[in-house]
């Protein structure tokens, strides 16, 4: 422990770093979505903490350049990514499985416009992140529904029910892996009985594994794809260093494709939309992150779970009529609040305009999401702590 705490103590996380008026989607449209310019934002997730510092020098000296031009995909961006995903994930993946894209988002699209055809079913597992409807609704595919189940505060698969979506024809499973919103980290043996049933049923996969380094020390994360040829064949991984380093503004993330048929599919589909090249920062951030940042990452882990206890244990003593789920991995944190029976339009007006804080409300993640609330724990936590109690002090008042 004294070995994790000093390398957290390098770092300076409790810096409340001023982020209005630098444009940020996070702290500067409160007016605009909830409002009131002078919310607390814990909604969108990117960090409120300064990147590590290999990743500032290398964007800086790059700024330095003055031309901004297009780039290339070096080799050394690529070794960055495949040694970082054989060092922290155990996976050994070639250079010629990866594929460049702006983002996650945009990728998730272009692998549901390649593995599936318009008017097909698209499985995802409810409350989950909200694009994943945008991405099947938006292409012209239907939405099939599994519902997470949440048993003695902890969301576990319908295996039963994943079966009868794939026997009644579905396509396509978008895993998401760890799981946003209800931070789960799946074990190996829920990860291959969902394999199983894929590869029974003729069904590819697309795990969306963006979250995959932000995973607390106890448990592990399963890149899906990697455990074995067969899943490999079918699926589509879909990762970037963005969250894990908060480097989203730099439009970096890449796919991961094994199947040599599907990655022509997909790199095809990606330069018909032109959406390929590579961000001017995106390779230089990238190999700063993946070969000199993992201690800046290990402790601001360190950091974020002592958020997560701190909440858990805030909500706990000032309103335990709410409940959090007990986060796995991410750095968000799912908060069961029914027991209130408010209906989303009173939980957004105590958070918006009473409490005067932002988190995220429930129902945008799936219907089985309404009546919780998602906060970002990656800020320091005297901005968490002054949310927390502004939320508290709101609740009470509005039922008193």
Not at 96 to 103: A, F, I, K, N
Not at 130 to 158: H, Q, S, T, W
Not at 236 to 256: H, Q, R
Not at 340 to 364: C, R
Request: charged share 25%; glycine share 6%.
């Amino acid at each position: 422990m004294g070995k994790e705490w000093n390398r957290e103590m390098t770092y300076n996380f409790d810096e409340r770093v001023p982020r209005k008026g630098t444009y940020s989607e996070k702290w500067d449209t409160g007016q605009e979505l909830f409002g009131d310019p002078d919310v607390l934002p814990l909604w969108v997730a990117d960090m409120d903490f300064r990147c590590a510092p290999a990743i500032v020098q290398a964007v800086t000296e790059r700024a330095k350049l003055g031309i901004y031009g297009y780039t290339s995909r070096p080799k050394e961006y690529l070794e960055a990514i495949t040694g970082w995903l054989e060092r922290r994930h155990n996976w050994n993946v070639h250079p010629s499985w990866l594929t460049d894209t702006p983002g996650v988002v945009p990728a998730l699209s272009v692998a549901v416009q390649v593995l599936t055809e318009p008017g097909d079913r698209v499985i995802l597992q409810s409350p989950v992140y909200n694009p994943f409807y945008d991405v099947i609704r938006n292409n012209g595919r239907e939405v099939a529904e599994n519902p997470l189940i949440l048993k003695d505060g902890r969301y576990r698969m319908d295996y039963d029910h994943l079966e009868s979506l794939m026997q009644d024809g579905a396509k396509l499973l978008l895993l998401c892996s760890p799981h946003n919103p209800g931070g789960r980290v799946w074990t190996r043996e829920e990860l291959e009985r969902v394999g199983e049933l894929c590869l029974n049923y003729g069904v590819k996969v697309v795990s969306d594994e963006i979250h995959s380094d932000l995973v607390f020390a106890e448990y592990r994360h399963v890149p899906f794809a990697s455990m074995s040829e067969a899943l490999a064949g079918i699926t589509i991984t879909c990762a970037a260093p963005s969250k894990t380093f908060n480097i989203p503004g730099l439009a970096t993330a890449y796919t991961i494709i094994p199947n040599v048929a599907i990655r022509k599919q997909f790199s095809e589909r990606i330069k018909a939309q032109a959406i390929g090249s590579l961000n001017f920062f995106g390779p230089t951030a990238t190999i700063a992150a993946y070969t000199q940042s993992e201690e800046w990452l290990d402790a601001v882990l360190i950091y974020i779970r002592a958020n997560r206890d701190f909440a858990v244990a805030y909500l706990a003593e000032h309103l335990p009529a709410v409940v959090p789920v007990l986060s796995e991995g991410t750095y968000l944190l799912w908060v069961d609040c029914r027991a209130l029976g408010w209906k989303k339009a009173e939980m957004k007006q105590v958070m918006y305009k009473e409490a005067k804080i932002a988190f995220t409300e429930g129902s945008i993640y799936g219907q089985n999401g309404e009546g919780f609330l998602r906060i970002n724990l990656a800020c320091p936590r005297s901005l968490l702590e002054e949310a927390l109690e502004r939320f508290c002090t709101a609740v009470a008042a509005h039922q008193a």
